[in-house]
């Protein structure tokens, strides 16, 4: 899609099925369908009034556009887990989780999997249950391509929006500088090898696009079935989908 946008396409959505190896569970399967869309000129700002509007009417609750609540991650992470995010250690992040062998050994000096980890079981259980929490400015290195916000070169215009504990969207303003993404690319890559996990190719097509020039745009995913959920208030994935992995009919 941002190819097209490159190639001079205006706002633009699509709607396919999503395949994610190793996650299953209440919220996750390893196919769904995902709905990703970008508007041209958006802001922060913009971009989350939309995401939270579309949730809203999708689930018939008005009230959630309105009363949505927006944070910043290091406000989050310092509320609820009294962690600084920008000068905090591998090891005292550990601690927080009060990580005992085998999860240190599992997760290793990986500091973006412990951050996922500290959000996931600290912070997002702290989130009002009733309504949408957006969690906004993540650290530079949790937010691949995004752009590095323009007030504060620690963070980056990334954003998800959470009801309750269930993250619903992910979302972007797009980074657009090549060099930039390249540069990035070869980090993560480099994370991964040091982490011992296989380390894609590089997406040259996408580095091309941004080559010929991606104009200013951003963008955000969410997640059709957590919606579906969320509409039926359910907590559990499997009654939303007609078949499932987890679950075996005779």
């Not at 579309?54 to 689930?59: H, K, M, S, W």
């Not at 944070?71 to 000068?87: G, H, L, P, R």
């Not at 916000?149 to 009801?163: K, L, M, N, S, Y």
Request: charged share 25%; net charge negative.
């Amino acid at each position: 899609m941002k190819r097209l946008l490159a190639d001079g396409y205006p706002d633009i959505y699509s709607i396919c099925r999503v395949f994610r190896d190793g996650e299953i569970g209440q919220n996750h399967l390893p196919e769904f369908t995902m709905l990703e869309w970008y508007r041209l000129d958006f802001e922060l700002g913009d971009i989350i009034a939309d995401t939270t509007a579309l949730i809203a009417d999708c689930v018939e609750q008005p009230s959630l556009h309105k009363k949505a609540v927006i944070v910043d991650y290091s406000t989050a992470f310092q509320d609820s887990a009294n962690i600084d995010v920008f000068d905090v250690s591998t090891e005292e992040l550990a601690a927080a989780v009060s990580a005992d062998d085998a999860l240190r050994e599992s997760i290793g000096n990986d500091h973006h999997a412990w951050l996922d980890l500290i959000l996931t079981t600290k912070v997002a259980p702290a989130f009002d249950p009733d309504q949408l929490t957006i969690l906004q400015h993540y650290p530079v290195s949790q937010a691949a391509l995004a752009r590095v916000c323009p007030g504060d070169e620690r963070i980056a215009d990334r954003f998800e929006v959470f009801h309750g504990v269930m993250e619903l969207a992910n979302g972007y303003v797009e980074l657009t500088n090549a060099d930039e993404q390249r540069r990035r690319f070869d980090q993560d890559l480099q994370t991964r090898k040091n982490t011992g996990r296989p380390g894609p190719r590089p997406d040259e097509q996408l580095l091309a696009a941004l080559d010929h020039g991606l104009p200013d745009c951003a963008g955000v995913a969410v997640g059709i079935e957590r919606l579906q959920m969320l509409h039926m208030q359910t907590d559990d994935i499997d009654n939303v989908v007609t078949f499932s992995p987890r679950t075996h009919h005779e």
